[in-house]
T-cell receptor, first 115, second 115 residues
Framework: KNQVEQSPQSLIILEGKNCTLQ??????????LRWYKQDTGRGPVSLTI?????NTKSNGRYTATLDADTKQSSLHITASQLSDSASYIC??????????????FGTGTRLTIIP | DGGITQSPKYLFRKEGQNVTLSCEQN?????MYWYRQDPGQGLRLIYY???????QKGDIAEGYSVSREKKESFPLTVTSAQKNPTAFYLC??????????????FGPGTRLTVL
């Protein structure tokens, strides 16, 4: 069964600290992995997209890693800011029956940054 | 100002009524998608359209209907047959719906509440 599991479910850290969010998946055949940021009551916004051959990808203070052998990904946030408070969703893509792209969404990690 | 717009932001409906959610994009994207988001669950695909005048059922299409008469518009109708329609609905679009590493861009969402 194609699944994406994220941990922790929620996380609270002090402003300025670093944190790492985890994503494990069983999606097959793997195409790419994405991390989205979703503010409360808003649509998700893409942070990174990683293919099979990419181990690390950065977007400002966000760094995603991918280990396709163990089917794990992480999102590291450096020097957190209050605006980082949001849900972070891991999404894994596979090829569908008709050659189209099919996405499996994780349930997200709810991150709260406190001053 | 390019992007995806959804209206209304909040929608209330009485049981037994049909309601239509609007989604418009000016990104010139071929593919459009409708997702449903419930607390504690990942996004689930309702319907998608890879091209004008064509659409396909997603994983949870029962009780929903769509149309794609124009490239920029993909309205979703929640019918009275949908047993549990209260949810946050997200519309997305991508350059195309094929297997080509497509980033999906999301709208701001519509929160539907059935009274």
């Amino acid at each position: 069964k194609n699944q994406v599991e994220q941990s922790p479910q929620s996380l609270i850290i002090l402003e300025g600290k670093n944190c790492t969010l985890q994503c494990n998946y069983t999606v097959s055949p793997f195409s790419n992995l994405r991390w989205y940021k979703q503010d409360t009551g808003r649509g998700p916004v893409s942070l990174t997209i990683m293919t099979f051959s990419e181990n690390t990808k950065s977007n400002g203070r966000y760094t995603a890693t991918l280990d396709a052998d163990t089917k794990q990904s992480s999102l590291h946030i450096t020097a957190s800011q209050l605006s980082d408070s949001a849900s972070y969703i891991c999404v894994v893509s596979r090829v569908g029956l008709y050659g189209n792209e099919k996405l499996t969404f994780g349930t997200g990690t709810r991150l709260t940054i406190i001053p | 100002d390019g992007g995806i717009t959804q209206s209304p932001k909040y929608l209330f409906r009485k049981e037994g009524q049909n309601v239509t959610l609007s989604c418009e994009q000016n990104l010139n994207h071929d593919a459009m998608y409708w997702y449903r988001q419930d607390p504690g669950q990942g996004l689930r695909l309702i319907y998608y359209s890879q091209i004008v005048n064509d659409f396909q059922k997603g994983d949870i299409a029962e009780g929903y209907s769509v149309s794609r008469e124009k490239k920029e518009s993909f309205p979703l109708t929640v019918t009275s047959a949908q047993k549990n329609p209260t949810a946050f609905y997200l519309c997305a679009s991508s350059i195309d719906g094929g297997f080509s590493y497509n980033e999906q861009f999301f709208g701001p969402g519509t929160r539907l509440t059935v009274l």
